[in-house]
């Protein structure tokens, strides 16, 4: 308390919670005769003779239990004190420093391995939240800053200001949080705390200017091919759709319903943050998460029961518990073992069959032709941004001339395996032509003899000229989005006689 005379009206109940001396030490007592000069002097504590808080017991009432006196130690910050460290920042924090160290979210299992189910969760999501707004976070810091902090406490700076104007933290909870976070950082941390705290002090009051900034811009290698293929007004809805995050979609199988809105193409949607396996149907195998725009590979393929099937590149394997589902027979073949892990697990909570194969595609032959396949291809990833903010801090676009040769060589190979007149899906979630419709161009002219077969009437508005499907992240806008990909079926000749 700054002031010298403060009068707090309220229960002494409520009082003896609020009242917290300097220091980590707060005192709880009663009220009565005997207590009034404990009062008092708690007044002075830590002020050097100064009232720290002017006490009375006019308009306060006894409550039971409140005689004896109690000292305790406090989580509440009063000045000097410092909260306990919050692990679920801490959490987010060694997750954004591992994608400025080149890594992403996905393969920091261990930077969040000690948390609790909710912590984890909740570090998740601020690291999400600042990825997905850094750049905008830079732009008002940089304003309060004479010179660059070190990374870790540009991160903590990055985060407070996310938390304060992008989710809306009050302003000493999310202000003392980054003071303590810096506070723990050494004596180069300790030493920058009355910055962080004068700089995030300053942020708290720019939430209109924050409001204006536009959405955070792709990177050049992806915006320039974006707004070559479909406009600068196209790559700006785009955009916008990465920084709006992305909702939580659901595949049901058949006969059975998931959580929230059911959405045209048959997927369920669910807007509001929920932790998965507590939702309704989760036990019981009832559903699995799965994008709406992926599980759209699967109705292009128009899978029959009985049918042998092959989901190439399969993992996590969404797409194969659809086939599974609609009753083909399944191989799922992934070259990575701990990514099928995920799949093994997901079929047998959903009480589906599928044969899992761990191989490298391009090396593997089935014993017998299968009648479809399913490829979706290793590719750039860029149509899932709006999930993934890590990605486009993490890669450069240098790889993109070896994934195009791949998903070359694998289109060719499953053609090789596929049973004459069967039926080839190619899919990869990206936002380039280069891995879609200039990758389904190219197979035509290596394959002549392939036919493309047209999506189902229903997705006519998002079928290119050439018969693929093209879906971006700026589609149903007021939905909520999709994941972008590029999907095209393609059949193979029947043999000659």
């Not at 000292?71 to 306990?84: C, D, E, L, V, Y």
């Amino acid at each position: 308390m700054a002031e010298s005379h403060r009068l707090w009206p309220v229960a002494a109940a409520e009082f003896g919670r609020k009242l917290c001396c300097l220091g980590k030490l707060a005192a709880f007592f009663g009220l009565g005769k005997r207590a009034d000069g404990l009062w008092r002097q708690i007044a002075y504590l830590g002020h050097g003779g100064r009232p720290f808080i002017r006490v009375t017991t006019r308009n306060l009432r006894k409550g039971p239990g409140l005689g004896k006196p109690q000292i305790r130690q406090s989580h509440r910050n009063a000045g000097a004190g410092k909260p306990p460290p919050d692990a679920a920042r801490k959490g987010a924090l060694r997750l954004i420093a591992g994608v400025r160290d080149g890594l992403s979210l996905s393969d920091q299992p261990s930077a969040l391995a000690r948390l609790t189910p909710p912590e984890r969760a909740r570090a998740q999501r601020l690291a999400l939240a600042v990825l997905r707004n850094i750049d905008r976070a830079d732009t008002l810091l940089v304003q309060h800053l004479s010179k660059k902090p070190r990374p870790d406490v540009l991160d903590v700076l990055r985060l407070g200001t996310v938390e304060l104007l992008e989710m809306g933290e009050a302003p000493h909870g999310a202000v003392n949080a980054a003071v303590g976070l810096v506070q723990t950082m050494g004596p180069k941390g300790r030493a920058a705390s009355g910055m962080v705290n004068a700089v995030l002090r300053k942020i708290a009051g720019q939430s209109a200017e924050w409001t204006d900034l536009p959405p955070e811009e792709m990177p050049d290698w992806l915006r320039e091919p974006v707004t070559n293929a479909w406009g600068s007004e196209v790559t700006l809805a785009i955009e916008a759709a990465h920084q709006a995050g992305a909702p939580v979609d659901f595949t049901a199988k058949p006969g059975s319903a998931a959580p929230g809105e059911a959405l045209p193409t048959g997927s369920f949607r669910l807007r509001d943050t929920a932790q998965i396996t507590a939702l309704p149907g989760y036990a019981e195998g009832d559903w699995w998460v799965q994008d709406a725009a992926a599980a759209m590979a699967v109705r292009l393929l128009d899978p029959k029961p009985g049918e042998h099937i092959v989901d190439l590149c399969a993992a996590p394997g969404g797409k194969t518990l659809q086939l599974a589902a609609a009753g083909a027979q399944v191989t799922a073949v992934d070259i990575s073992d701990a990514r099928l892990a995920r799949l093994r697990e997901n079929l047998q909570r959903c009480g589906l069959n599928a044969q899992v194969v761990t191989a490298d595609a391009l090396e593997w032959h089935p014993a017998q032709q299968p009648d479809a396949i399913l490829l979706d291809a290793p590719c750039s990833a860029t149509g899932t941004i709006r999930r993934h903010p890590d990605l486009p801090l993490i890669r450069d676009g240098s790889a993109l001339d070896g994934l195009t040769a791949l998903q070359a060589a694998l289109i060719d190979h499953a053609l090789t395996i596929l049973k004459p007149g069967g039926r080839l899906v190619f899919a990869t979630c990206s936002l380039l032509q280069a891995e879609g419709e200039d990758q389904l161009a190219l197979a035509l002219e290596r394959h002549p003899d392939l036919t493309v077969i047209q999506p189902p009437a229903d997705l006519q508005d998002w079928t290119t000229p050439e018969g693929g499907l093209r879906l971006r992240p700026d589609y149903w806008p007021d939905r909520g989005g999709m994941d972008g990909f590029f999907i095209a079926c393609l059949q193979k000749p029947e043999a000659s006689r």
